[in-house]
């Protein structure tokens, strides 16, 4: 389970959007209408073409809307894809590792949220490609979004030292360590399935998510899923 991971101890993870360049929202449902045009829009041109050449005029060719409504929602690129984050990001987020009662299945948990992690990524596989390049360019994105991988790795780490006291995960692990490492295998996995090589070998959702939880389970030495 790596960085789209979230649930109610998540709800206040730092934003992958730049907070400092969103303006208010339009007072009007047409405004509204307007800006989500654009902000699609946006999406569909930064995923197809890349960040660096992504131009204003693709966006607004795109969104079939003329340069001076742009300006009315916004100044530059970078205010409108600050804004195609904040749209996104609330899709990505999913149901994570909560915490979990004496009787829940720990095991059965880890593969509820690792599917639904892949399914998450699956759906927004091409925004995923598009973050790893803005990464490496923006030091200033690149930080956001570490602080939020590292929000939900502290999560995890949380869960797996409630396992610890019941029990149910090997003690001798150091929770934050043993969280870092397993929620970054996760995510890498899902960046090189779904974003670097998509289907090669061909490999079900079924499989990965068995995959993926059966590492998890191995690698705390949790009970088997009941």
């Known amino acids: 389970m790596g960085e789209l991971i979230t649930d109610t101890d998540g709800a206040d993870a730092p934003s992958m959007a730049r907070t400092s360049l969103?303006?208010?929202?339009?007072?009007?449902q047409r405004g509204l209408r307007t800006?989500?045009?654009?902000?699609?829009?946006?999406?569909?041109?930064?995923?197809?073409?890349?960040?660096?050449?992504?131009?204003?005029?693709?966006?607004t060719q795109a969104?079939?809307?003329?340069?001076?409504?742009?300006y009315t929602y916004f100044a530059s690129k970078e205010e409108i894809f600050a804004a195609v984050l904040e749209v996104a990001q609330e899709d990505?987020?999913?149901p994570g590792m909560p915490h979990m009662p004496e009787d829940d299945d720990p095991a059965g948990i880890v593969e509820a949220s690792n599917r639904a992690y892949f399914e998450a990524y699956k759906r927004n596989a091409k925004l995923m490609a598009l973050l790893e390049q803005v990464a490496n360019i923006d030091p200033e994105f690149a930080e956001l979004?570490?602080?939020r991988a590292d929000a939900f790795i502290?999560?995890?780490?949380?869960?797996?030292?409630?396992?610890?006291?019941?029990?149910?995960?090997d003690p001798d692990l150091d929770p934050l360590l043993a969280s870092r490492a397993l929620s970054s295998m996760v995510s890498r996995l899902a960046f090189t399935h779904f974003v670097t090589a998509p289907d090669s070998p061909p490999v079900t959702m079924?499989?990965?998510?068995?995959?993926?939880?059966r590492l998890w389970v191995n690698a705390l030495r949790m009970p088997a899923k009941s």
């Open 145 to 147: 979004r570490r602080r």
């Open 206 to 213: 079924d499989e990965l998510t068995f995959t993926a939880t």
């Open 154 to 169: 502290q999560r995890n780490a949380r869960s797996i030292a409630d396992l610890q006291r019941r029990g149910l995960a």
């Open 22 to 28: 969103l303006r208010e929202l339009p007072s009007t």
């Open 63 to 70: 969104a079939k809307c003329s340069s001076g409504t742009f």
């Open 35 to 59: 800006r989500a045009a654009l902000v699609a829009a946006a999406r569909e041109v930064f995923e197809s073409n890349g960040y660096l050449e992504t131009r204003l005029i693709d966006i």
């Open 92 to 94: 990505m987020m999913h």
